[in-house]
């Protein structure tokens, strides 16, 4: 009997896993969702280094991976490693990490290091490598070889397409839990070093006319590439270019397993830009969203990596990037403890996820990126952050989706943010709160305040926040606002479930929130 029950318990499991959908970014009135198992889900990612995912390094990536209370691992596939003959795939590592994040209740975002890893080739095999001629590099203004794969390769296009396809075939048939929710086509592609290729090649095509495709999305007439586009011309060019074969890689790799896709950006300077070749050229910068857009439809988003820690750079970024054709999503960002606040940030940009980068224990350090060496203290703003959203993650990507989420990060010299909900505001003031009427905190020695604010309902408010206090006013009515219950607690199965609830000093002069992660159901009323 008992062996029957197991037995229909196992079947039941394997149908559903079988049954489980596929992974997708929907939009709906300008907003996107990543849907999960079916249902909007919230990603709470870190990225490995560049060379943790190899059997022998994995016992010291997931440590970092739980101290973060990340809810998905990004890391990465290398070509090298997986055809490390023409045509031979080797998918013992794919299928160990597999098994591995099941083991460890995580989900996995594949970053495919394919012809593009920050803008050189140096993840292609080395039976590539070792047939220059068969798999250009890029060709300088100066006829100098740059350290960068032509994106007019057809051979390079051909093989690339081949094994990403194959890489896809295969996860498609190896993973029915849905365990790998993205995939990260490429990574940074683009040029360092030259604006765009210069080879007689791409000298023939940048003579001729532009594409009809790229004319009639950008609303211009026919040219070539200087007539239409004059001094943007070489660099549109090559984000056309690099564009073009990226999103054939994923057209490829999608008809395979149509699993959510996208490219991410080395970024420009959002508020000074320099001039074109001053940063990675042909990737999609935020100059270049609208061509990308049109040149590689099969990719779902363009995502930023964002490692400039001024917050009006990286509001900026968060503001060019979401955008109604476009989920902002963060698949990289510093690791250092300044970053962390900038979580609230993109939730506050109906943001679908968020990456710090290089987070494991292998001992590396990127220090030009302010990257401490990592360790639980220095990944501990980052922790709190996804201990305090984690176990609401669902409920928070839902409501993100239907437009009721709003949050936001401190500011240097910016001590209080209003959050306007129509006839409610939420008055966010910055610093560790005292409790004297009108002693609103006049924000953090540094800046680590963060506040999210949900509603729930007519008078009824999810809040949550750290080093901050949250107060409400009646916008309609300027009556005075009154708290008729303040619940602290936590959502199970959808459902909140209060533990106790705040009066006194707790809600006398607002909600005061301090490092301890704490999740409110406010109920307002007015007098
Ligand atoms: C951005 C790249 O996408 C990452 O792979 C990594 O190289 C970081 N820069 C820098 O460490």
Known sequence: MIRAVAAALLFAGCLAAQTAP????VAKDGRHALMVDGAPFLMLGAQANNSSAWPAMMPKVWPAIHALNAN??????????FEPEPGRFDTSTVDLLLKQAREHKVRLVFLWFGTWKNGSSHYTPMW????????????????RTVDSPSPHAPATLEADKRAFAAFMRHLKAVDPQRTVIMVQVENEPGSWGSIRDYSPAAQKLFDGPVPGELLSALGKQPGSWAQVFGA?????????????????????????????????????????????????????TDNVIGIWKAAAPALDLVAPDIYMSDSARYLKVLELYHRPDNALFVPETGSSPAYARYFFSVLGNQGIGFSPFGVDYTGFSNAPLGAARMNEETLAQFALNYKVVGPM????????????????????ETHSRTLDFGDWTAVVSYGTPGFGRGDNPRGNAEPTGRALVARLGPNEFLVTGL???VDFRNADSGKQREFLRVEEGAYANGVFKPSRLWNGDQTDWGLNFTSAPQVLRVTLGTF
């Open 232 to 284: 943007d011309a070489d660099e549109f060019f090559h984000a056309w270019s690099v564009a073009r074969f990226v999103g054939q890689v994923a057209a490829a790799g999608k008809a395979e397993y149509p699993l959510p896709m996208y490219a991410n950006a080395a970024l420009r300077d959002p508020l000074k830009p320099g001039p074109p070749g001053s940063y990675e050229s042909g990737g999609p």
């Open 393 to 412: 993650m669902r409920e928070i990507a839902k409501l993100s989706f239907e437009g009721k989420v709003q949050a936001v990060a401190e500011e240097k």
């Open 22 to 25: 596929v992974p997708r970014i």
């Open 72 to 81: 998905t691992l990004e890391i990465p596939i290398y070509w090298e490693q």
């Open 467 to 469: 080093f901050c206090r």
């Open 128 to 143: 590539m490598k070792r047939q220059r001629d068969r798999y250009p590099l890029i060709v300088g203004a100066k006829g």
